[in-house]
T-cell receptor, first 111, second 114 residues
Framework: EDQVTQSPEALRLQEGESSSLNCSYT??????LFWYRQDPGKGPEFLFT???AGEEKEKERLKATLTKKESFLHITAPKPEDSATYLC????????????FGKGTKLTVNP | GAVVSQHPSWVICKSGTSVKIECRSL??????MFWYRQFPKQSLMLMAT?????????EQGVEKDKFLINHASLTLSTLTVTSAHPEDSSFYIC??????????FGPGTRLTVT
């Protein structure tokens, strides 16, 4: 059973067309939900960490929010350079520092 | 800050040989480092977790004798793929964390076994 599910798998937007990516999770004792951006052939780039329901964080055109069951990554007025795969990961309760990753959403922003 | 490097960025080797990949945290001391494997168009698969000075903890299904991990210092971990075969060809990525904070990832190493 997947613990982290991201949707949609792929998303095509026109430049300036705002949208949201979803990450739902079923882990217990959440100790952090993480968003990363990954460009082809590169390692993931850290974007945000969220720890508790109601928390929000922003960076440029990106805004991440968290509820008890899911997180959203809102992209406002995207540009072509925002095209990438966005990965969501959660850290479970207990002492482990392991992350459980979703399969990602591939975002394409057309000019 | 929080820069992680990997070397080499890509490597081609012949079947049966061994390959070593280095992962370094450049501007912080990493209490824990992780090694991932990523197949094309798939997400990251955790292979092992390593803490400085202790044996690595491998995920289920990962061969310990094939993927040797050494975490010699707080800034360096190495992954050695022993007796590599074509099915070991993949994108290997390391990450590092300083305590229970974010994991910062290296740029990855593309391994091709011929």
């Amino acid at each position: 059973e997947d613990q982290v599910t991201q949707s949609p798998e792929a998303l095509r937007l026109q430049e300036g067309e705002s949208s949201s990516l979803n990450c739902s999770y079923t882990v217990s004792g959440l100790r952090g939900l993480f968003w990363y951006r990954q460009d082809p052939g590169k390692g993931p780039e850290f974007l945000f960490t969220l720890y508790s329901a109601g928390e929000e964080k922003e960076k440029e055109r990106l805004k991440a929010t968290l509820t008890k069951k899911e997180s959203f990554l809102h992209i406002t007025a995207p540009k072509p350079e925002d095209s990438a795969t966005y990965l969501c990961a959660v850290r479970e309760g207990g002492g482990s520092e392991k992350l459980v990753f979703g399969k990602g959403t591939k975002l394409t922003v057309n000019p | 800050g929080a820069v992680v490097s990997q070397h080499p960025s890509w490597v081609i080797c012949k079947s049966g040989t061994s390959v070593k990949i280095e992962c370094r945290s450049l501007d912080f001391q990493a209490t824990t480092m992780f090694w991932y494997r990523q197949f094309p168009k798939q997400s990251l698969m955790l292979m092992a977790t390593s803490n400085e000075g202790s044996k690595a903890t491998y995920e289920q299904g990962v061969e310990k004798d094939k993927f040797l991990i050494n975490h010699a210092s707080l800034t360096l971990s190495t992954l050695t793929v022993t007796s590599a075969h074509p099915e070991d060809s993949s994108f290997y990525i390391c990450s590092a964390t300083a305590g229970q904070y974010e994991q910062y990832f290296g740029p990855g190493t593309r391994l091709t076994v011929t």
